[in-house]
């Protein structure tokens, strides 16, 4: 086995570099290589400093979190960066690409650090549900002051090396070659005499650390992290680095820090980071499967959803010509695709160089011909089935013979639309989520023909224009609106009738940690949206009654949400705040009574659990279907598509903790309440009598 950490001697500098790619992520046999590299450079008698540095594109980019189910191996974190801070002759550090979690915390316990211009440095622990536990607590604010420190980690985005210079985080930029650079800093040192300079004897910086900061950051934390522990633990375990010496903070936080590694938020979200780099794993596809080259898209309708979608690609340098039935659509939807940069620019995140030239990579057109030559074309008109096939006859007729045809439908039939055109194989769902400039989602629709070219070439898209691509099959709704749909809200709209009210509701799932609950979502969608797809699907006549018919009434109504100041809720002008309506009791109780439902008051407990079990229950089918490849498949697409909290881990992951035979057990129960649209999914079945897991039956697929 090739040791992933060696020594080398530049003349009087001892090299230590990493190699551990792709990453460089610092794991057991990291830390001990470290360990032997550091005492070889401290006791040769050649060595007068070490430079320590990781091959590959980046630095180390945070700890291997693999080894965060399991007590950590010796030699641990502590002890290795102990011995480098400890070190009688100067540590320096040399970093590139990103230096995240235990990768920074590494640089921290280092005497003198630089990188190169193009490096970001951050300590992102609290979007995993724990805390900078290998000193990062204790020597970040020795560095940097106490409130610069917990700023950096609770806003977890890390900050390039212009401002990590500025903080005090770095001591020198590096601009030109990187070694030769870090090379050439660290010879400055030697120059001017300079000795070990140790992180945990400075002192503290607590300027502007006041009470009423630490107040704002608590409000800012729960918005970001809105029902997590982990920035609470944060601010204690900065608060010991204050008050005590380095070794005693570093027993607190190593306390806090073992006790966050093992909570179950910090499980939940280790589960979501690797499911999220699990989607990648598709059936039939490999780095050698052949892509399509696509340098130029075109999106046929120039409304929200085109004008975002547009955004992805110019964001990346890829022109877009946006479709429209008019001149006055098209001037208007880039108008929107404009305003939406200014926002950005306004917010400081994009510069006035930088939107113009976006901007002019977007352009618009009322003429099917433009697009002949394009490499793509994404079909994103309204969800009309009939409307969609005729587009999609159309333009096969026109496009380039190797030209993909995407279709952004939300739930319709994505093999009927390819059956519309001459070249089923090149079509393909790429189900993008509202806003599509912001949101991270992209459900990507595999029909039964997509050749494995269009699907490889998606899976690459999607990861090009920075989204999250989660594969699909062919069904109703895909699965997360699937989900949605029947699990989800067809459950909270059976509740109302039942004795819920729409604030009562929403109320439990915004407490149970989603941004809004069904009700609120429904108004700020537009009431009509759901209207038209149960009535144009043909669901809410093929199920019997009860099916929306809360929801159906509502819409009938003309109440449409937001934009028509009634829905759920009724709007005050010009604000969103969403206020209770008693008519809408009225709505529901009329509709009870003709069902012959009687309502009665209903727990928070069984709301939640409710709309829980629907969920789970419909992903169960969605898996033994096919529809979904994992059961973390589905958890990622509800935490970046429905805002299905991070920290709980996702339906199906509850499903796991929650365990096969206890859910059986307690949907059959509902089954018997309520009626057969709760039978338990074969699948659901079949792990209760094996005593499996979800993830369980999966690995064994």
């Known amino acids: 086995m090739i040791d992933p950490v060696s020594f080398s001697l530049t003349d009087d500098i001892g090299v230590i570099t990493i190699d551990s790619p792709p990453v460089n992520a610092i794991n057991q046999p990291i830390r001990a290589g470290l360990k032997r590299m550091f005492e070889t450079a401290i006791d040769h008698a050649d060595v007068s400093a070490i430079l320590l540095t990781c091959a590959g594109r980046t630095f180390a980019a945070g700890a291997d979190l693999r080894e965060f189910d399991e007590p950590i191996a010796d030699p641990g974190y502590h002890e290795v960066f102990g011995i480098m801070e400890n070190s009688p002759k100067p540590v320096i550090v040399a970093m590139h690409g990103t230096a995240l979690g235990a990768g920074l915390e590494a640089a921290l316990a280092c005497h003198y650090r630089c990188a190169a211009d193009s490096a970001r440095v951050g300590l992102p622990e609290v979007s995993l549900g724990i805390i900078p536990g290998a000193g990062g607590s204790q020597r970040l604010p020795r560095l940097v002051g106490a409130k610069a420190a917990l700023e950096l980690i609770l806003n977890i985005t890390p900050v390039d090396a212009v401002q990590a210079l ?55 934390a729960a918005k970001k992290a809105r029902g997590q522990d982990a920035p609470e633990l944060v601010i204690e375990a900065i ?124 352009s618009g057109t ?36 190797d030209a993909i045809l995407a279709t952004n439908t939300s739930t319709l039939d994505v093999n009927e639309i390819a059956r519309a055109t001459r070249r089923p194989e090149k079509v393909v769902g790429l189900h993008f989520f509202s806003p599509a400039n912001v949101m991270k989602l992209v459900e990507i629709v595999r029909g039964d023909r997509t050749s494995l070219e269009v699907l490889a070439t998606s899976v690459d ?32 709209d059976q509740m109302l009738l039942e004795g819920a009210t729409p604030e009562q509701i929403d109320r439990v799932m915004y407490e149970f940690g989603f941004p ?15 209207h038209s797809i149960l009535q144009d699907s043909g669901l809410k006549d093929a199920n019997p009654a009860p099916y929306f018919n809360v929801l159906y ?63 789970i229950n419909e992903g169960a089918k969605i898996l033994e279907e096919g529809i979904a490849y994992r059961p973390g498949d589905i958890d990622v697409v509800w935490s970046f ?36 649209y709760w039978k338990p999914a074969s699948l659901l079945e079949e792990l209760a009598k094996n005593g499996k897991t979800f993830v369980e039956w999966s690995s064994a697929s």
């Open 366 to 401: 009322t003429n099917y011909q433009d697009i002949e030559d394009k490499d793509l074309v994404i079909e994103a008109v309204f969800e009309n089935m009939d409307l969609k096939k005729k587009i999609f006859a159309e333009i096969d007729s026109i496009c380039k013979p």
């Open 641 to 676: 598509g429905y805002g299905f909290p991070r920290f709980r881990g996702g339906p199906m992951y509850i499903a796991d903790q929650i365990g096969s035979k206890a859910l059986l057990a307690k949907i059959r129960g509902l089954q018997e309440r309520h009626g057969d």
């Open 166 to 220: 500025k903080i005090g985080i770095l001591d020198h930029v590096i601009d030109g070659d990187f070694i030769e650079g870090a090379i050439a800093y660290a010879r400055t040192i030697l120059a001017k005499g300079a000795g070990p300079r140790k992180t945990s004897e400075m002192r503290i910086n607590t300027e502007g650390y006041t009470n009423e900061f630490l107040a704002e950051a608590r409000k800012t």
């Open 239 to 362: 608060s010991h680095a204050i008050k005590l010496p380095f070794e005693e903070g570093i027993i607190e936080e190593r306390r806090i820090g073992d006790e966050a590694l093992v909570s179950e938020e910090a499980r939940a979200l280790r589960h979501i980071f690797f499911a999220e780099r699990e989607i990648g794993n598709i059936p039939g596809l490999s780095k050698n499967t052949a892509k399509h080259l696509v340098e130029s898209v075109a999106i046929l309708g120039s409304g929200t959803m085109g004008g975002g979608i547009a955004m992805n690609f110019a964001n990346i340098g890829v022109p877009v010509t946006l479709v429209d039935i008019s001149e006055e659509s098209l001037e208007k939807g880039l108008g929107a695709v404009q305003k939406n940069y200014e926002n950005t620019v306004k917010r400081g995140r994009l510069s006035e160089d930088k939107m113009a030239t976006r901007m002019a990579l977007i």
């Open 461 to 492: 898209l999607a990861k090009r224009i920075r989204k999250t691509g989660v594969v699909a099959g062919v069904c109703f709704g895909f699965i997360g609106n699937r989900m949605m749909i029947e699990g989800f809200h067809r459950e909270a």
């Open 516 to 530: 809004m609950g069904p009700w609120a979502m429904h108004d700020m969608a537009g009431v009509d949206i759901m």
């Open 553 to 615: 009434q509502v819409a009938e109504m003309g109440r449409y949400g937001q934009k028509t100041g009634s829905g759920f809720y009724i709007y005050e002008e010009g604000n969103r705040k969403p206020i209770p309506d008693p008519s809408v009791i009225g709505i529901i109780e009329n509709e009870a009574e003709k069902l012959g439902i009687k309502r009665e008051p209903m727990t928070d407990a069984e709301i939640e659990e409710r709309c829980l079990f629907g969920l």
